[in-house]
Structures are given as C-alpha cells and as structure tokens.
C-alpha cells in the first residue's frame, strides 16, 4: 500500500510539473483573424477598383471578381450591370421543353441570358408565374416574388397575389424577395446556413439593373444563402432584388463571350456546367466591342507605346509620327453580322489634336480631327465572315496632319 501511494503521488507530481512546462513554454493558440464589420465588408464588395469590367453592349458591361474570401469563404461573382437610358430591353422566353440558357439566348438573337424561375425538373412546366407575349401560362403563387417586362421590355419587381398579373406582357416568377426598398429580407435563422450558387435580379438606385450569378459548390466558390446574397446585390447599389433559380442552373450567357459564370452542374469550376432549365431571362442591346492598344498591330517602324497618362483609356497608348505610310491595323472579331460604328479613343495629351484618316473598308477613307480624352467617330464598318463562322469587322489608321497619331483604344457598336 505504501508504495503503490508514493508511486500515484510521484505521476501526480510529474503529471503536473509536465502541465506548467506545456503552459509556459508553448506558444498560446493563434487568435481567430477579426472579421470585418458590415460597413468594412460593403466598401471592399463596392470598390470599384477590384471588379474587372467590359463594355459587352451599348450601356452594358460585364463585371467579374473573384473574392478569396467573402462571407464564409471563396467567392466567384459574374454580374451585368445595365443602363437603360440606352436601347436595352427585356424579354422572357420559355421554350416549352429544357433548354440550356446560352441555347435560348442564341436562338433569339439576345445579346446575354440569365437562367429564370423554378420548374419541375421531370416536365419542365414551371412552378409559378409564367406570362409571354401577353399570355398567362401559369399562375402565380400567394406571395410569390416576380419580375415582370412592360411593352418596351422595362423591368418591374413585385410580390404577386394569386393569379395573373395583367399589368405587364411578360412575367416571370421566383423568389425569394432579397431586397426591398433598401432593407434586406430576412428570411430566418435556418436560410442563414444554407449555401448555394445563386442567380438574381436587382434593381439598382440610380435606375441600372443588375443581373448577377455567384458560383458554388466548388473550392474556388462556396456559395452564399439568401442574406448573403442580398448583402452582395446591397453593397452593389441595389434597393430591390430578386433571388431566381439556383443551384446547378445559375447560368448567366454574353453574346461574343459564352458563359461568363462557372456553372457547377458538371461538378467542376468551369464554363461546361451549364444545366438545361425550363425559361430565361433576355437582354437586347446593341452588341459592344472595345479593343485596348496592346491588341493593336501597328505596322512598320516609328511607334512608340506610352504608359501613365491622365485620362487615358486605360493608362496607355501607342503614337507614331505623322508618317502616311505608316498604319495601325485593328481586326476584331464581333458576336454578330452587320454594319458597326467605329469610335477611336484619344487620350487628353498637351499636344493638342490632330487629324488622321481611318479606312473603312471597301475603299472609304474619312478624315477626323480628335479632340483630347473622348471617342472619336471614325464611320461605320460591315463585318465579314470568318472561316470558322464568327464575324469580324476591320480598320486601318494612318496619319494625315502634321501631328503625330496617337489612339489609346477602338471601339466597335453594332448599328
């Protein structure tokens, strides 16, 4: 007995000397990195400075970003923001049997699709709201959120009774609400904790709409619930917004472009995965193609390519002096046939302006004066057919005053 206690008090002796050793000689656990208010998270979502944009259509661009971490992980955000102070409009489309998106979109000549409401995934017939053309299709549910299109394809957004809703010619219900009036809606504790790819509709305070997908379901996108999302579509100046179908359906298609999102239907962090779904949501406008001056061939000697001046397209340019031999060559490949107007973009320089002569194909040379930091209008170009069955629209430049070309970007808007 008395050995087996000085045994037990020997360990205990140990055991605790072991503790205070581990206690002050390991270093204390690393504390959890502090997450960023509400405020903080807003302002890093709506700086403008992280998003890469694109003019896709006139009063149409494409903005994407991909957030390392945003919410509860890693985030991919691919979103078109319109203006419809240009010749943008709305339609709705719905096949009557699966159809992928981009295939809806192509089909009619749209210049970018989004994926719309819920349907039964076994018949395809939609599960709510659905009015084309003037035509109810389907009903509305109580409550049921929806985006309807007057007769010039202007967007509203509502909470619908039961039924039609006359008001407008096409119509499309999803849900839920996200935003309203500003406020988020809040949708209760157990949507907080589930996560999705996400599709939406905003509608933003300055009268822009948003039409936005964030992926999911992969390591390079986690997706984001209901309040999340809103919080998103909230910091990127949206007061009213819309959740539409999610999941393995959030598609969102640019003419010229493809799929812009990475559908995960396929299980993979691609364009690939894009589902066949039930209806969608169309854009019209007049397709946009800018090429940046990196992309320019410029043909003989004499060139210089300049770096950091104010007001630039993009901060550079490329010049050469006033040689009639010399010529800037630009051939750049557009999502549809057809006749586009040619603007080059001329950076705000001490120099002044200066008069250059832009060939238009078929022989048409004009002249144009430029004038600092604005698109010139040089004329307008048809396109040709590629072998590939693309379209592609060309121009050459070449100088005609005494002062040296200088062009930053060329810009291309179908007629």
Not at 81 to 92: E, M, N, P
Not at 117 to 136: A, E, I, K, Q
Not at 183 to 211: K, M, N, W, Y
């Amino acid at each position: 007995m008395t050995v087996r206690s000085s045994t037990s008090a020997s360990i205990a002796r140990a055991w605790v000397a072991l503790t205070s050793f581990v206690a002050i000689h390991l270093d204390p656990p690393p504390a959890r990195a502090q997450q960023p208010s509400v405020e903080e998270r807003a302002a890093s979502i709506a700086d403008v400075g992280g998003w890469r944009r694109v003019e896709v259509g006139e009063g149409v661009f494409l903005l994407t970003r991909h957030f390392p971490s945003l919410f509860t992980g890693p985030q991919n955000v691919t979103a078109l923001r319109v203006d419809l102070r240009h010749a943008a409009r709305f339609d709705v489309v719905a096949p009557g049997s699966l159809t992928r998106t981009s295939e809806m979109a192509v089909g009619a000549g749209a210049l970018a699709a989004i994926n719309g409401g819920f349907y039964d995934t076994g018949t395809g017939d939609p599960l709510g709201l659905l009015r084309l053309d003037g035509v109810l299709r389907s009903p509305a549910r109580e409550g049921q959120a929806a985006i309807g299109f007057d007769a010039g394809g202007w967007a509203r957004l509502a909470d619908r009774p039961a039924g039609d809703w006359p008001e407008v010619v096409d119509a499309l219900g999803a849900g839920p609400r996200l935003l309203r009036d500003g406020a988020i809606v809040d949708h209760g504790e157990r949507q907080r904790g589930i996560r999705h790819p996400r599709s939406a509709f905003g509608v933003c305070a300055d009268g822009s709409l948003l039409l936005l997908t964030i992926d999911g379901r992969t390591a390079e996108s986690v997706g984001v619930s209901f309040e999340e999302l809103a919080a998103l579509l909230a910091a990127l100046g949206c007061r009213d917004a819309i959740n539409l179908d999610g999941g393995g359906s959030s598609t969102l298609f640019v003419a010229g472009c493809g799929v812009v999102n990475r559908p995960c239907d396929n299980k993979r962090f691609d364009a690939d995965g894009e589902r066949a779904v039930a209806d969608a949501v169309l854009l019209f406008a007049p397709a946009v193609v800018v090429v940046d001056d990196a992309q320019l061939d410029v043909g003989g000697a004499g060139w210089t390519r300049r770096a950091g001046v104010a007001r630039a397209h993009d901060g550079g340019f490329v010049e050469h002096a006033p040689d009639p031999a010399l010529r800037l060559r630009c051939a750049a490949d557009v999502p549809f046939a057809g006749r586009y107007r040619v603007f080059a973009w001329s950076p705000e320089l001490p120099a002044g302006s200066w008069t250059f002569a832009a060939e238009l194909g078929a022989g048409v040379v004009v002249e144009r004066t430029s004038r600092p930091a604005a698109w010139v209008v040089l004329g307008e170009v048809d396109s040709a057919p590629t072998e590939d069955g693309g379209n592609r629209v060309a121009v050459a430049m070449r100088c005609a005053g005494a002062r040296p070309l200088r062009v930053d970007a060329l810009r291309f808007v179908q007629r």
